[in-house]
């Protein structure tokens, strides 16, 4: 109780303290979280693999076993990664942020990558390249060139809107070159090669995209070490997308090195 005639200073700063208060209590807009992994996110990943191993059943066919292990991987990668970008169309819908993580936007990059190998095989259907070159040329390795090239930008932009580290982002970064060293690889080899560009220019898109690759799976495993680190939290999708992504890297690299080493490209 203060003396007459004299107020103290909670009184004098009443009316602010309440205005204060009374925008504080008022409820922040926030961005509803990446909902829970229920049985209908379950259900729709088998179904998806269950697809694109019937697709892809006929690449193991006459393969060794660590081909069929990798067609069976990547089918498991393809599956979970379409599944989060469907269901992150949901979730933008509904208020979410969608890409919000790093292993949303390497969904996007696989769900690309799924579009590009599955007009690859309509258009090589469609036209044998034993039959009509000049119509692989342009009608497949151009599409596709321009797809993975695509895919290079689309890794950058990515690099913004999903990744919230330093780590990730070189991850991304490192997506794209990879992308864009194929996609020149497939230019000098089924474009433009007998034009201008030699063999062993060829081969060093192929070396390079290669190299970048395995650099690409370190850093993600930097990345996941230092959110292990700095307990970082991430949603289902994120771990899903990365663990499948990550085991199809390790047999992806490993077909490659010995394709490397096995075949003759002198």
């Not at 009443?14 to 996110?41: K, Q, S």
């Not at 390497?106 to 579009?115: K, R």
């Not at 370190?218 to 990365?242: G, K, T």
Request: glycine share 6%.
């Amino acid at each position: 109780m203060s003396a007459a005639g004299t107020s103290t200073p909670a009184e004098n700063n009443g009316p602010d303290n309440n205005d204060a208060d009374n925008n504080d209590a008022e409820p922040a807009a926030t961005i509803p979280p990446v909902p829970p992994l229920r049985l209908h996110h379950v259900l729709a990943m088998t179904v998806a693999m269950t697809l694109l191993m019937g697709v892809s059943r006929e690449w193991t066919r006459g393969g060794t076993p660590l081909d069929a292990a990798t067609v069976v991987v990547w089918s498991m990668l393809n599956a979970v990664a379409c599944s989060v970008v469907v269901f992150g169309c949901l979730w933008r819908r509904d208020g979410a942020r969608f890409p919000s993580e790093p292993g949303h936007g390497l969904a996007i990059l696989a769900m690309l990558n799924v579009l590009v190998s599955a007009y690859a095989r309509v258009a090589a259907e469609v036209y044998p390249p034993s039959d009509q070159r000049e119509m692989f040329r342009w009608v497949i390795a151009g599409p596709v060139a321009f797809g993975m090239l695509v895919g290079a930008v689309a890794a950058l932009k990515l690099r913004r809107r999903a990744a919230d580290s330093r780590a990730w982002r070189w991850v991304f970064v490192t997506n794209a070159g990879s992308a864009a060293c194929y996609g020149c690889m497939i230019v000098a080899f089924t474009v433009a090669w007998d034009f201008w560009i030699p063999w062993r220019l060829a081969m060093f898109f192929y070396y390079a995209s290669a190299a970048i690759g395995v650099a690409a799976s370190l850093l993600c495993l930097a990345a996941v070490y230092f959110d292990w680190r700095l307990e970082r939290r991430r949603s289902w999708s994120h771990w899903l997308v990365i663990a499948t992504g990550m085991a199809a890297g390790v047999l992806h690299h490993a077909r490659k090195l010995g394709w490397i080493l096995t075949e003759d490209i002198s």
